[in-house]
């Protein structure tokens, strides 16, 4: 059964559960079993035209529905968490979520690739890191190593979830410039510059690794930094912690 997290503000309406269990197959079918065991709730979830209100924001894993292609029609596995998250002014209910295991995980991939293309000498596996980092940020959905902590790594709970208040932006833009290093080192080896390639291959290698092993996202400081230029884009200024 998928587990829908109710927050603290609401368990008052669902007899003080922190988490309820429910059988469906959507997510609007999970938040239907939720009010039909919680009425109470209802109100607090849904307005009058049985939508959900504006102040209530709803994450499959580390993704809010409105932004899913399906939005609550998006099929839920037994294996899925639902998290209700009500807006409160000044409070972090106004920030997205990301699972920062789907990022180490990415960055796992990304060093074992990279450090078996050295090795093997295989500068065709460089462009294809390339490739998916490429495509997974400029299409999030379709990310195929984050794919592979979704549906291979966390149901059987081999990698747990960390879910934590967070932007995806800065994430998504420190991947696209991994991508693009890997990308200019894939030019570099068809020019016959292998040098460089691999100097850029291991720069790419070292950054993910900072991030894997210390938690440092140069990419996203890079972002942060551009916020503070007010450049156009970088428009998420950095969560402090006291407010996470």
Same mark, same amino acid.
């Given at each position: 059964?998928?587990?829908?997290?109710?927050?603290?503000?609401?368990?008052?309406?669902?007899?003080?559960?922190?988490?309820?269990?429910?059988?469906?197959?959507?997510?609007?079918?999970?938040?239907?079993?939720?009010?039909?065991?919680?009425?109470?709730?209802?109100?607090?979830?849904?307005?009058?035209?049985?939508?959900?209100?504006? =102040?209530?924001?709803?994450?499959?894993?580390?993704?809010?529905?409105?932004?899913?292609?399906?939005?609550?029609?998006?099929?839920?596995?037994?294996?899925?968490?639902?998290?209700?998250?009500?807006?409160?002014?000044?409070?972090?209910?106004?920030?997205?979520?990301?699972?920062?295991?789907?990022?180490?995980?990415?960055?796992? =991939?990304?060093?074992?690739?990279?450090?078996?293309?050295?090795?093997?000498?295989?500068?065709?596996?460089?462009?294809?890191?390339?490739?998916?980092? $490429?495509?997974?940020?400029?299409?999030?959905?379709?990310? $195929?190593?984050?794919?592979?902590?979704?549906?291979?790594?966390?149901?059987?709970?081999?990698?747990?979830?960390?879910?934590?208040?967070?932007?995806?932006?800065?994430?998504?833009?420190?991947?696209?410039?991994?991508?693009? =290093?890997?990308?200019?080192?894939?030019?570099?080896?068809?020019?016959?510059?292998?040098?460089?390639?691999?100097?850029?291959?291991?720069?790419?290698?070292?950054?993910?690794?900072?991030?894997?092993?210390?938690?440092?996202?140069?990419?996203?400081?890079?972002?942060?930094?551009?916020?503070?230029?007010?450049?156009?884009?970088?428009?998420?200024?950095?969560?402090?912690?006291?407010?996470?």
């Amino acid at each position: 059964m998928a587990q829908v997290m109710i927050p603290t503000p609401l368990r008052a309406y669902a007899r003080g559960q922190k988490t309820v269990n429910v059988s469906a197959t959507t997510v609007d079918d999970a938040l239907s079993a939720l009010t039909a065991t919680y009425p109470d709730l209802r109100r607090h979830l849904f307005n009058e035209e049985g939508k959900l209100r504006n =102040f209530v924001n709803v994450y499959l894993g580390e993704e809010d529905v409105r932004y899913l292609r399906q939005q609550g029609a998006t099929a839920i596995r037994e294996t899925d968490t639902l998290s209700i998250v009500p807006s409160i002014a000044g409070g972090a209910g106004n920030e997205r979520k990301v699972d920062h295991s789907a990022i180490r995980t990415s960055q796992a =991939f990304v060093i074992s690739l990279l450090v078996l293309a050295f090795v093997a000498d295989a500068k065709w596996l460089v462009a294809f890191v390339s490739a998916v980092m $490429l495509i997974g940020t400029m299409f999030p959905d379709i990310a $195929l190593f984050k794919a592979v902590y979704l549906y291979i790594l966390k149901p059987p709970k081999i990698v747990q979830p960390d879910v934590r208040v967070d932007h995806p932006e800065p994430h998504l833009f420190a991947q696209g410039v991994g991508g693009t =290093f890997l990308l200019v080192a894939t030019l570099a080896f068809i020019a016959n510059v292998t040098v460089l390639g691999w100097v850029l291959s291991w720069i790419v290698v070292a950054l993910a690794a900072l991030n894997l092993f210390a938690g440092i996202c140069v990419g996203c400081l890079m972002y942060y930094w551009l916020n503070r230029l007010g450049v156009p884009g970088f428009k998420y200024a950095r969560i402090r912690q006291d407010q996470a």
